[in-house]
DNA sequence: ACGGTTCCCTACTTTTTGGTAAGTTGTTGC
DNA sequence: GCAACAACTTACCAAAAAGTAGGGAACCGT
């Protein structure tokens, strides 16, 4: 058993998914992986059905496991940007090989994701 | 959006994580990566914290989208071996640097994690 | 015949997660 | 001055996920 702040992970397998389980951050993280940074409101827009609590919920959590980067990019008007740190952009092969391996599966299933969607890619 | 099976997805990534989300679901495939075949009873003791309810709920829901195989080793005395099917190895890279990351991860805040794990490679 | 083991299932409760809806601050544009 | 927009926060509620605790069938060894 590992410890490693207050929580408790049975192996490095476990410890990862501390950071990117959840609903939402694997796809806020590869969002971001796809569009180099993004404005809060593009990143609901390109999140279909996510909330606005959830949202900045994820966000903060990522920002705070330092696998995203927040800059304020003005601050008389307050504009902000979204982009993967190091750290988030260290798990690039994941997202790479999650997408793929999920549209190899529609392919499979004869859906071509390309006419369905509207962000990734 | 994506339709499939009666559920919606938003992308490529999403479509993915319906099959390997969850708490439990990539701690087994990943165990029966490493592992090859394992037993019920096996599979529960090195998923150290599983209960048994989680532990068939997860195996059923993996057969059922065909990324384990259950072969029925005995009948007089009821054995069961499971392990990855071809969908389920084809997922193998994601075990591999799921893993990887972590061990990394904990390497850089200074955990061993040989020492104090159990199972994994 | 009895305890131990394997391989589960089920009802119930708790915890966690997620959704709704509204409010806030500070802008810009008209 | 007022609506609109960006970037949030908050309180409250619902749903989903997970945990607890027990049962149960079939076998095996002694």
New binding site residues.
């Given amino acids: 058993m590992i410890t490693l702040h207050d929580k408790k992970y049975t192996c490095p397998v476990d410890v990862t998914l501390g950071f990117i389980g ?3 951050k694997l796809l806020i993280l590869s969002h971001l992986h796809w569009q180099e940074q993004s ?3 593009r990143l609901k827009e390109n999140l279909p ?6 949202l ?1 919920q994820q966000l ?1 959590e990522l920002e705070r496991d330092l696998l995203i980067t ?1 800059q304020v990019v003005s601050r ?5 940007m979204y982009s993967l740190s190091g750290e988030g952009k260290s798990l690039a092969p994941l997202y790479e090989f999650v997408s793929e391996w999920g549209v190899r599966y529609l392919k499979k299933h004869g859906i071509d994701y390309i006419q369905d969607q509207h962000l990734y890619k």
Same sequence: chains 1, 2.
């Avoid at 059905?49 to 959830?54: A, P, Q, R």
């Avoid at 008389?76 to 902000?80: A, G, M, Q, S, T």
């Fill in positions: 959840g609903k939402w404005s809060y409101t059905g996510v909330s606005e609590k959830m900045s903060k927040k008389k008007p307050y504009r902000v």
